[in-house]
């Protein structure tokens, strides 16, 4: 149980293209979930934290306008990258946030992660 | 706020011999505290939590992680490493249950056959 996907793993666009990436729970209802950016050989950074029908909360120098992030159901919640250029190639990774509805480990379940490039 | 450090950025043991690999953490609060493993190409994994239950934590694959308030340390251990062990390990600390984790630099952990 608690496995979450994501969709598509890796993709290669042109720059000045809009991208979108799904995150899914897949067996289970997530009340939050998080978006989170690694650069090659770098640690996971947060990007923001989405609610189901609220809107996302992003963490300081993200810009908002260009990472939109819709959480429209309690298993979805899509980024989309708006207007990609090359800096914003990196590993994108989602994670799911249950509480204890999953296990008494209350911890977030990670999808595994989509890799973008902009060329 | 709250912030991990993790001290090495990469450790190199022989197969069979113990592993060690150090997080210190701060934060203004109780804090949960996190190991997880991320192998090439894969999603991260987790392998053991604090949670304030027990100060030392057993978690998957033979790993346990001693909380030591006093030092402000979290440190991962395992009594004999194995070649599958070989990964990125992240130290990460979280406030309360629906926040963002905080993830430590990594520690990219090599074993020599």
């Known amino acids: 149980g608690a496995v979450v996907s994501q969709h598509p793993s890796w993709v290669i666009c042109k720059s000045g293209t809009s991208v979108k990436i799904e995150c899914r729970s897949l067996d289970f209802q997530a009340t939050t979930m998080f978006w989170y950016r690694q650069f090659p050989k770098q640690s996971l950074m947060l990007m923001a934290t989405?609610?189901?029908?609220?809107?996302?909360?992003?963490e300081q120098g993200v810009e908002k306008d260009k990472f939109l992030i819709n959480h429209a159901s309690l298993t979805l919640s899509t980024l989309t990258v708006t207007s990609a250029h090359p800096e914003d190639s990196s590993f994108y990774i989602c994670s799911a946030y249950a509480g204890l509805a999953v296990n008494s480990y209350n911890e977030q379940f990670f999808g595994p992660g989509t890799r973008l490039t902009v060329l | 706020a709250q912030s991990v450090t993790q001290l090495d950025s990469h450790v190199s043991v022989s197969e069979g011999t113990p592993v060690l690999l150090r997080c210190n953490y701060s934060?203004?609060?109780?804090?949960?505290l996190f190991w997880y493993v991320q192998h090439p190409n894969k999603g991260l994994q987790l392998l053991l939590k604090?949670?304030?239950?027990?100060?030392l934590v057993k978690g998957i694959n033979g790993f346990e992680a001693e909380f030591k308030k006093s030092e402000t340390s979290f440190h991962l251990t395992k009594p004999s490493a194995h070649m599958s062990d070989a990964a990125e390990y992240f130290c990460v600390v979280r406030g309360g249950g629906a926040d963002g984790l905080t993830f430590g630099k990594g520690t990219h952990l090599i074993i020599q056959p």
């Open positions: 604090y949670t304030s239950a027990a100060t």
């Open positions: 989405s609610n189901e029908g609220s809107k996302a909360t992003y």
């Open positions: 934060s203004s609060y109780s804090p949960s």
